[in-house]
């Protein structure tokens, strides 16, 4: 069910438009609006889940399908021999600030260790 106010879910449903890269049953994926590296997208499972704390039991195979979206994207980006960065954010010491869980991919350029 979506969530009135969800800025993912809106796009989930075609209510506000965004680039999108990727489809399935479960997950969606689209460019970020703000990218950080050449490559920078957002993948979210359809379903709204706020944040990590929020998964429930049955919800093992949506959030391994955004890792499954995350590998096809990354294949089509030919990013997946250099490598790429995927990193989902949980609240707001992590720097989350859409309440929608999303895996982000980012790739084309090289990342420092331990991120900031
Ligand atoms: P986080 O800070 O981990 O919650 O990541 C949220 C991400 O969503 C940020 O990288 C934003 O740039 C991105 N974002 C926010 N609004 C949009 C939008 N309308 N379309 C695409 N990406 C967005
Ligand atoms: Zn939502």
């Given at each position: 069910?979506?969530?009135?106010?969800?800025?993912?879910?809106?796009?989930?449903?075609?209510?506000?438009?965004?680039?999108?890269?990727?489809?399935?049953?479960?997950?969606?994926?689209?460019?970020?609006?703000?990218?950080?590296?050449?490559?920078?997208?957002?993948?979210?499972?359809?379903k709204h889940v706020a944040t990590i704390n929020d998964l429930e039991?049955?919800d093992?195979?949506?959030?391994?399908?955004?890792?499954?979206?995350?590998?096809?994207?990354?294949?089509?980006?030919?990013?997946?021999?250099?490598?790429?960065?995927?990193?989902?954010?949980c609240n707001?010491?992590?720097?989350?600030?859409?309440f929608h869980i999303?895996?982000?991919?980012?790739?084309?350029?090289?990342?420092?260790?331990?991120?900031?």
């Amino acid at each position: 069910m979506a969530e009135e106010q969800c800025l993912f879910c809106s796009i989930v449903a075609g209510d506000i438009p965004a680039d999108i890269v990727f489809e399935s049953d479960t997950a969606i994926a689209f460019r970020d609006i703000n990218p950080q590296a050449p490559t920078h997208v957002i993948i979210i499972p359809r379903k709204h889940v706020a944040t990590i704390n929020d998964l429930e039991t049955g919800d093992e195979g949506i959030v391994g399908s955004l890792f499954s979206a995350a590998k096809e994207i990354a294949a089509e980006e030919e990013l997946s021999e250099a490598g790429y960065r995927t990193v989902m954010n949980c609240n707001k010491a992590a720097g989350q600030s859409v309440f929608h869980i999303h895996l982000h991919l980012l790739g084309g350029r090289l990342f420092a260790w331990p991120p900031g």
